[in-house]
């Protein structure tokens, strides 16, 4: 293809500018759906992050692996709920964590969300976190590449009561990217991708 637009969600949001990085202008428009900023730039990023995640860190950027093993035994908890748990049990995890809006426990409840949602972690996770861990080390690291080289369009997508990546990393990269929109949606929470997922791939894919 010689023209397409990307699309990430939380953490695949480093991986859709990456893609807008590249050169030679192939990618028309870029989204950013609740994605992270870089930890090392945003003031108080770092702050957020728990022992173990600092722990893992603290390897980069001389032991690449050994910060992935490090982070994917951080997540093993969280993996484990979803290996041997049904949606409650789930749901009850991210509860716990206060990591869930009103409006996230709604959707996580919707059972054509939940089950598909659960499903799909389930699989990821069927062969180990060691995937996560290495997804950690590419967006809480040191990203490697120039957000000034994104040169498309950027749409940026945040919830105003987001618990897993607060709004402040949209407002921080929409400051740092040269031709960004943010748009704020006031009450979503880090899932509301599933409401919005139609209106914001025909934002990507207009002409113009």
Not at 29 to 38: D, E, K, L, Q, W
Request: hydrophobic residues 40%.
């Amino acid at each position: 293809m010689d023209r397409f637009a990307t699309l990430g969600w939380s953490g695949g949001g480093p991986g859709a500018l990456a893609a807008a990085a590249v050169p030679g202008g192939r990618v028309s428009r870029a989204g950013i759906a609740h994605g992270v900023a870089p930890f090392q730039l945003v003031p108080g990023a770092l702050d957020t992050l728990d022992d173990s995640d600092r722990s893992a860190l603290s390897l980069l950027p001389g032991d690449p692996a050994g910060a992935a093993s490090a982070f994917a035994a951080g997540i093993e908890p969280l993996a484990e709920v979803f290996r041997v748990s049904g949606g409650p049990g789930v749901v009850a995890a991210f509860e716990d964590l206060n990591l869930l809006s009103s409006r996230d426990s709604e959707l996580w409840h919707d059972p054509r969300i939940g089950a598909a949602y659960e499903e799909t972690m389930r699989e990821a996770l069927r062969q180990g976190t060691g995937g996560a861990g290495w997804d950690n080390v590419s967006w809480i690291g040191e990203w490697d590449f120039d957000l000034s080289a994104v040169t498309s369009p950027v749409l940026l997508w945040y919830g105003s009561n987001d618990r897993i990546v607060p709004p402040a990393r949209g407002l921080w990269l929409s400051q740092n990217l040269p031709r960004a929109r943010l748009v704020v949606r006031d009450g979503d929470g880090h899932l509301g991708t599933y409401d919005h997922l139609g209106e914001m791939l025909d934002a990507l894919t207009e002409p113009g």
